[in-house]
């Protein structure tokens, strides 16, 4: 598995010239990093006396960062995955009609899969970032800082995996689908770039 690699290897085969991992992955290794210094945070506050009166809420944070932080490394694999099935089906043969059937119906079935899952990772992405003020507000005031970096990741990955939404939208041709999830994407981005900005804002108040 990917995420079992080192750090160095993962960033070795980012580089390289093979297909995958690529965008989606990095963007998913994103995430992951972003709920995970959420999750830091709020494990730097939990048992502190001075934040005894929000510790009930700071579980709760925690219990969600770290459900999200595992669905991330989840769909980095998934990615990988999806990404393969696609470039299978655009290797399937071509030389008889029967066969360039069977194959552009592979392909446009392959693209709905890859479309799936950067699209679960915005959503994920956006659960993160709406994590962030409340862990600004209620979090140990000395790792603040750690909260608003988990936002540049959650906000970055999340307009990450939209672009890999949209580079599969782009060769799909149904057309019922391709609205659906293109509205699907615009309501999980509308209004994410402003609150990363506010939360960005709260926690450089609080420095």
Same mark, same amino acid.
């Given at each position: 598995?990917?995420? $079992?690699?080192?750090?160095?290897?993962?960033?070795?085969? /980012?580089?390289?010239?093979?297909? %995958?991992?690529? =965008?989606? !992955? +990095? *963007?998913a290794l994103a995430a992951a990093?972003?709920?995970?210094?959420?999750?830091?945070?709020?494990?730097?506050?939990?048992?502190?006396?001075?934040?005894?009166?929000?510790?009930?809420?700071?579980?709760?944070?925690?219990?969600?960062? $770290?459900?999200?932080?595992?669905?991330?490394?989840?769909? /980095?694999?998934?990615?990988?995955? %999806?990404?393969? =099935?696609? !470039? +299978? *089906?655009?290797?399937?043969?071509?030389?008889?009609?029967?066969?360039?059937?069977?194959?552009?119906?592979?392909?446009?079935?392959?693209?709905k899969g890859a479309t799936a899952?950067?699209?679960?990772?915005?959503?994920?992405?956006?659960?993160?970032?709406?994590?962030?003020?409340?862990?600004?507000?209620?979090?140990?005031?000395?790792?603040?800082?750690?909260?608003?970096?988990? *936002?540049?990741?959650?906000?970055?990955?999340?307009?990450?995996?939209?672009?890999?939404?949209?580079?599969?939208?782009?060769?799909?041709?149904?057309?019922?689908?391709?609205?659906?999830?293109?509205?699907?994407?615009?309501?999980?981005?509308?209004?994410?770039?402003?609150?990363?900005?506010?939360?960005?804002?709260?926690?450089k108040a609080k420095l």
């Amino acid at each position: 598995m990917l995420t $079992e690699k080192s750090v160095q290897t993962f960033l070795n085969e /980012l580089a390289s010239s093979a297909p %995958a991992p690529g =965008g989606g !992955s +990095a *963007a998913a290794l994103a995430a992951a990093i972003g709920a995970a210094l959420v999750s830091m945070v709020a494990n730097l506050t939990l048992g502190k006396s001075k934040y005894a009166d929000v510790q009930d809420d700071i579980e709760r944070i925690v219990a969600r960062s $770290e459900e999200l932080r595992h669905r991330c490394v989840a769909l /980095l694999e998934k990615d990988v995955e %999806a990404y393969t =099935g696609v !470039s +299978a *089906a655009y290797k399937m043969p071509r030389e008889t009609e029967e066969q360039k059937q069977a194959r552009s119906a592979a392909i446009q079935e392959a693209l709905k899969g890859a479309t799936a899952v950067p699209m679960q990772l915005a959503e994920a992405c956006v659960e993160i970032l709406q994590l962030c003020p409340e862990s600004a507000d209620k979090g140990n005031v000395m790792a603040v800082s750690d909260v608003g970096v988990g *936002a540049l990741m959650a906000e970055a990955a999340l307009r990450a995996a939209a672009l890999n939404v949209w580079i599969n939208l782009g060769s799909i041709k149904d057309e019922a689908f391709v609205e659906r999830e293109g509205k699907r994407l615009d309501n999980l981005l509308q209004g994410k770039a402003d609150l990363k900005e506010a939360i960005f804002r709260d926690v450089k108040a609080k420095l």
